[in-house]
């Protein structure tokens, strides 16, 4: 996994006037560089896991270690959409990843199932966002709040991490409060 630059964070935080074309030159590099297959580190995960719930995750454990292969091409973008440093507007996220994904699809880059289904192309995308959050959740990011934000938002999503929802409301209830947002 190749994390986004700590230039690029800057440049996206000190020119956000600029983000459309900073992120879509990023997609574009991401693209002209395939990454190669990186192993999920599980150690990292239950770390991360293991600061949400003492127990009860482990099926979303497993989960997240067969549903979302390490080194799979959503490992990039995830990271580069959901940086633990910046937060965009959701349809903002969807946008970039639309045309990243269809840039993708016909540069070849994808196998069959996810050149064919933007929506299992986004949850691949969500779910790897996920392990990198919860990795570095286990790690003690200085982006806590912003992590463990990210984290809701996509457990709240799939039925198949409910279990670390509901860990997540009994332990955090406040980012299930009205009004909650990740900026």
């Known amino acids: 996994m190749t994390l986004p630059t700590s230039a690029l964070i800057q440049d996206l935080q000190t020119h956000p006037e600029d983000a459309d074309r900073l992120m879509r030159a990023a997609c574009a590099e991401l693209r002209a560089s395939p990454a190669d297959a990186t192993p999920v580190d ?11 719930a003492d127990s009860g995750l482990d099926a979303v454990l497993q989960h997240l270690l067969d ?23 959701e349809a903002q996220e969807i946008d970039w990843a639309v045309r990243h994904w269809e840039a993708s699809r016909a540069d070849g880059l994808l196998d069959e ?3 064919a289904d ?11 966002a996920l392990r990198q959050h919860l990795a ?16 809701v938002k996509t457990a709240s999503r799939y039925v198949a991490l ?14 299930f409060e009205l009004g909650f947002s990740l900026r």
């Open 113 to 115: 199932g996810l050149a």
């Open 67 to 89: 549903d979302a292969p390490g080194g799979a091409v959503t490992d990039r973008i995830g990271a580069l959409l959901r940086a633990p440093e910046l937060a965009w507007d």
């Open 162 to 175: 409910a279990p670390l929802k509901r860990a997540m409301e009994a332990r955090f209830p406040e980012f």
């Open 118 to 128: 933007f929506g299992e192309y986004w949850r691949r995308l969500e779910w790897s």
């Open 136 to 151: 570095l959740v286990g790690q003690d990011h200085p982006e806590q709040r912003r992590l463990l934000a990210y984290i």
């Open 42 to 52: 599980a150690a990292a995960l239950r770390a991360g896991l293991a600061r949400i």
